[in-house]
């Protein structure tokens, strides 16, 4: 039986009450036609107006100062309301002549127009490029809609709103971004321009620099796209200082500038967010509590940031953060269950979210209505030299695999979880225990030191051969108890103190300054965790992660397993451990089983006992598998950590193309996505064949370039140190001196190689074209790099002590006399060019034009105080072992301890980069 018609006007009336109710939640003053009084406030909802013959009444009409905006449609709850559109957009076309006067006018029609039944609001904004109905969670302020007035009134022939103006972003600069970095800004900005669909998805791998993504698409949005303010949610608090310094670091690609010079960025807290906030940083529990109204705490807060309802969160309306406080929400580490109970407070915001994640979900793909705009696997970014791939060491222990049983009548200590407190009792019955209990209800101390004294009785045999130093290693453990128990285990096994392990926990006392001192600190050797440093915390020194508790989330562990991804310049990575050269991979140690879950991919290294030079004879033949294939992909990987500049520059040449690109080759032919699209696209063909042909054609580039693979072979023995153990030596002989006719041998040849490569060598072609001018440390290092493979082997101090033994002078201090960098070489070539009569250490010679220098400029009554001496001082410093400074080098050690470019500034004056060029032109060859 169909609704009477009182029916359906009490369902309308009782729609407007709460449509009333939301107007003035939100500021709006909600008058009737004879009370009028456009001077109550910003915004008037005025009810029942009738618009002109044949257009009805509308139930509300909007002002904002005092100009007419737009409309509202009301209908009864449940009330489908895109069937409703026509209605409205007939009320937004058909004004009175006493009101259109004062209209704005959005191609002959009011611009907002909203349809509303209490419970649902849909928005239609007449001044987007293609005005379509959206669903949002609350009428916005008048304020809000004002900015856009005055937007309309000011800049007319402008797009007013994001949708239209992010189709006229400049070109992004891809100078300072990787490949996946640029594929997902592209992807994310498409998304936009097309609006087909609210959401964006990027899939990318961890430690590919999804953060630095992020930050660079907020700077095009906020400065050319129209958006006004984005929050940006991490997975935990910790991550919030984090993310914040990244955008403290970043350098716009436009000016230079810093992003916080532009832009103000902050945490979320409590309250209303002042107007120049144009990022805020949070957690999404963090952001729920503001919406609730309640106090927002800056500190890690476990209870807080842990928490996790049952149930989805209801929302409530918040005026002082309302829906439309952000244009753009970034959801960084998105497979996190927030999709789920949380999703409350996404949807809660009128704004465009993009989620970044390493590992996509179900959950995740249906949230972001399956609009995955880039995709970069780990594999991918292991490829592209972004991190390092992984080996697996499994510790298996009776105890960890089938549990144990403690016998009745034995005295166990019990411990308090609380207080830690422990009681001695005697158990009245046998106690058996599982494998699952196992450091929750049952902690086995000796389970605890065997799986560490095996690790430490592995480490440098076989998990990280002939090492001698500790790798930075990170111990997951199930709890802060179990973790409590490793960190004193650990420092008992391998008998050092308390500056050797750590727990670093929510509840550790100063976690953050202990993850500092994990990063930066070569004491620091282990750290425990249970959760802070599982998702996103960048430790790029990190070379072992140990499970000791399991994983049953493959996007867990994945983020877990990530920690020790990440890839650092060997010189940084020497500083925290000494005897590490650089870092080609890290291993997973397993002592739980976690990685024979069926999530857990197989690293590229599938096969380590197979050596390059095989595979690289096999792949000349055509005949490796699919395996081998992966394999040799991570040896390539690998080598491309270890090679310098100019012998990566080498190998490309001989390549024809960048050795990089050829492993991104390999990964992609053992793809298990590639190889199914390509036997989905020849069905007539096995599924075997299509595979082998996807395996030829990414090792071709190999198999047909011999000169290529002996290169591989030379430059893979020239960065590999065999240690020998088992042979005794015997001395021979022993001298100061090179022998004199090995020393006219050396030189004659020398002196041959320095004509052969005149043309080739960069370094040789400057001093004997130009005397020296131009040569930067790239050129001496190249040099330095092509004479001491095969077959001359040479060094900078062998060919030194060759002219030495010749009778060559030497001038300079005597403790230089017998060591020697590869700036030297440019003094051993100014003397066969014969600019010096004599070999005078490179150090020396700028040493001495800087004092010159400094002569020079207190005879011009130029004076440097202590500060500018210091800088002056430290730029001589450098040039001296690297034959010249840029401005960039005033950002690295020792400057950034004096505030890098911006102390230069500061303690220099206006002047800095004037006195870097200066110095270079005077101190260099």
Same mark, same amino acid.
Request: proline share 4%.
């Given at each position: 039986m169909p609704p009477i018609e009182d029916d359906r006007l009490a369902a309308e009336q009782r729609a407007r009450v709460l449509i009333d109710r939301q107007l003035e939640a939100a500021g709006w003053s909600v008058q009737d036609r004879g009370a009028l009084n456009l001077f109550a406030g910003s915004g008037v909802a005025l009810r029942e107006v009738i618009m002109k013959p044949g257009h009805g009444r509308v139930d509300y009409l909007l002002y904002v100062e005092k100009a007419v905006v737009g409309v509202i449609e009301a209908k009864p709850v449940g009330t489908p309301l895109s069937g409703v559109e026509w209605q409205s957009a007939m009320y937004a076309a058909g004004l009175p002549g006493d009101v259109r006067k004062r209209a704005l006018d959005a191609g002959g029609r009011l611009p907002f127009v909203f349809e509303a039944s209490g419970t649902e609001t849909h928005f239609t904004n007449g001044f987007d490029p293609a005005p379509r109905a959206r669903r949002i969670f609350h009428f916005p302020k008048p304020e809000a809609l004002g900015r856009i007035v005055r937007a309309a009134s000011e800049h007319p022939q402008e797009a007013l709103t994001w949708r239209g103006r992010v189709g006229s972003l400049p070109t992004l600069e891809e100078g300072h971004l990787r490949p996946a970095q640029i594929d997902a800004i592209h992807g994310i900005e498409r998304s936009l321009r097309e609006q087909q669909f609210s959401r964006s998805l990027v899939q990318m791998a961890t430690g590919a620099g999804k953060t630095y993504t992020a930050v660079t698409e907020a700077y095009r949005l906020l400065k050319w796209g129209g958006f006004g303010r984005v929050l940006f949610l991490v997975d935990r608090n910790n991550l919030a200082d984090q993310t914040l310094g990244e955008f403290q670091n970043y350098r716009t690609p436009d000016d230079g500038r810093r992003f916080t010079e532009l832009y103000n960025v902050t945490k979320l807290t409590r309250g209303r967010m002042p107007d120049s906030t144009k990022v805020a940083i949070s957690t999404i529990q963090r952001v729920f509590k503001a919406i609730q109204n309640e106090n927002v705490p800056d500190d890690d807060d476990p209870g807080l940031d842990e928490f996790a309802p049952e149930s989805p969160v209801d929302v409530t309306y918040n005026p002082d953060l309302p829906p439309e406080a952000f244009d753009l929400v970034v959801v960084d580490e998105a497979h996190r269950s927030i999709y789920g109970v949380w999703r409350g407070v996404l949807e809660y915001f009128d704004a465009h979210v993009v989620g970044l994640t390493a590992t996509p979900g179900k959950q995740t793909f249906g949230f972001f209505q399956q609009n995955l705009v880039s995709e970069y696997t780990y594999a991918e970014s292991v490829a592209d030299g972004v991190n390092v791939d992984f080996d697996i060491y499994r510790i298996k222990t009776e105890i960890t695999e089938n549990g144990s049983t403690i016998e009745a009548g034995t005295f166990v200590p019990k411990v308090n979880r609380e207080t830690r407190e422990i009681r001695i009792e005697k158990l009245d019955e046998d106690l058996n225990y599982a494998s699952p209990q196992l450091d929750r209800a049952v902690t086995a101390k000796h389970q605890i030191r065997l799986v560490l004294e095996t690790f430490r009785d592995r480490l440098f045999t076989e998990i990280f051969p002939s090492r001698r130093t500790v790798p930075k290693t990170l111990i997951f453990a199930k709890d802060d108890n179990h973790a409590e128990e490793i960190v004193q285990t650990v420092r008992e096994v391998f008998g050092r103190g308390n500056d050797f392990a750590a727990k670093i926990t929510y509840s550790a006392k100063d976690a953050k300054g202990h993850l500092k001192a994990f990063r930066t600190s070569p004491n620091l050797r282990i750290a425990v965790t249970v959760d802070m440093i599982a998702t996103g915390t960048d430790v790029k020194p990190l070379e072992c992660v140990l499970f000791m508790r399991d994983v049953r989330s493959a996007h867990y562990f994945e983020q877990m397993k990530g920690r020790g991804a990440r890839t650092i310049d060997p010189a940084t990575f020497r500083a925290v451990t000494d005897d590490a050269e650089a870092k080609t991979r890290f291993v997973l140690v397993d002592a739980v089983g976690v990685t024979e879950h069926e999530f857990v991919e197989p690293p590229l290294n599938r096969d380590r006992t197979m050596s390059l030079k095989k595979l690289l004879d096999r792949a000349a033949t055509l005949n490796l598998s699919e395996d081998e294939t992966a394999t040799l992909a991570n040896r390539l990987a690998a080598l491309e950590q270890q090679v310098t500049q100019p012998e990566r520059a080498e190998l490309d040449a001989v390549a024809g193309r960048s050795l990089r690109s050829i492993v991104r080759a390999l990964v992609a032919a053992v793809n298990p996505d590639a190889q199914a699209a390509a036997i989905a696209a020849?069905?007539?063909?096995?599924?075997?064949?299509?595979?082998?042909?996807?395996?030829?054609?990414?090792?071709?580039?190999?198999?047909?370039?011999?000169?290529?693979?002996?290169?591989?072979?030379?430059?893979?023995?020239?960065?590999?140190?065999?240690?020998?153990?088992?042979?005794?030596?015997?001395?021979?002989?022993?001298?100061?001196?090179?022998?004199?006719?090995?020393?006219?041998?050396?030189?004659?040849?020398?002196?041959?190689?320095?004509?052969?490569?005149?043309?080739?060598?960069?370094?040789?072609?400057?001093?004997?074209?130009?005397?020296?001018?131009?040569?930067?440390?790239?050129?001496?290092?190249?040099?330095?790099?092509?004479?001491?493979?095969?077959?001359? %082997?040479?060094?900078?101090?062998?060919?030194?002590?060759?002219?030495?033994?010749?009778?060559?002078?030497?001038?300079?201090?005597?403790?230089?006399? !017998?060591?020697?960098?590869?700036?030297?070489?440019?003094?051993?070539?100014?003397?066969?060019?014969?600019?010096?009569?004599?070999?005078?250490?490179? #150090?020396?010679?700028?040493?001495?034009?800087?004092? %010159?220098?400094? @002569?020079?400029? @207190?005879?011009?009554?130029?004076?440097? !105080?202590?500060?500018?001496?210091?800088?002056?001082?430290?730029?001589?410093?450098?040039?001296?072992?690297?034959?010249?400074?840029? #401005?960039?080098?005033?950002?690295?050690?020792?400057?950034?301890e004096r505030g890098g470019v911006d102390g230069a500034l500061r303690d220099l004056g206006d002047a800095a980069g004037e006195l870097v060029e200066e110095l270079n032109r005077e101190l260099t060859a």
């Open positions: 020849d069905p007539n063909r096995a599924p075997s064949d299509v595979v082998q042909k996807l395996l030829d054609v990414a090792i071709r580039p190999l198999a047909s370039n011999p000169e290529l693979r002996t290169r591989i072979i030379e430059l893979r023995r020239a960065h590999d140190q065999v240690i020998d153990e088992v042979s005794r030596d015997s001395l021979i002989d022993a001298h100061g001196v090179v022998d004199p006719d090995a020393a006219r041998e050396t030189i004659t040849s020398w002196r041959a190689y320095l004509a052969a490569h005149r043309d080739e060598i960069s370094a040789i072609q400057l001093m004997f074209d130009v005397k020296g001018r131009g040569i930067a440390f790239g050129h001496v290092n190249e040099l330095a790099e092509r004479i001491k493979r095969p077959p001359h %082997n040479w060094t900078v101090d062998y060919i030194w002590s060759a002219y030495l033994s010749l009778g060559v002078e030497h001038r300079g201090l005597a403790e230089t006399r !017998n060591r020697h960098t590869a700036t030297d070489l440019i003094s051993l070539l100014r003397y066969e060019t014969g600019i010096d009569d004599a070999l005078i250490p490179y #150090a020396d010679l700028v040493k001495s034009r800087y004092v %010159n220098w400094l @002569a020079r400029q @207190a005879q011009s009554g130029v004076e440097f !105080n202590v500060s500018q001496r210091w800088w002056l001082d430290k730029i001589m410093q450098i040039v001296a072992v690297s034959a010249g400074i840029t #401005a960039e080098d005033l950002d690295n050690a020792p400057f950034d």
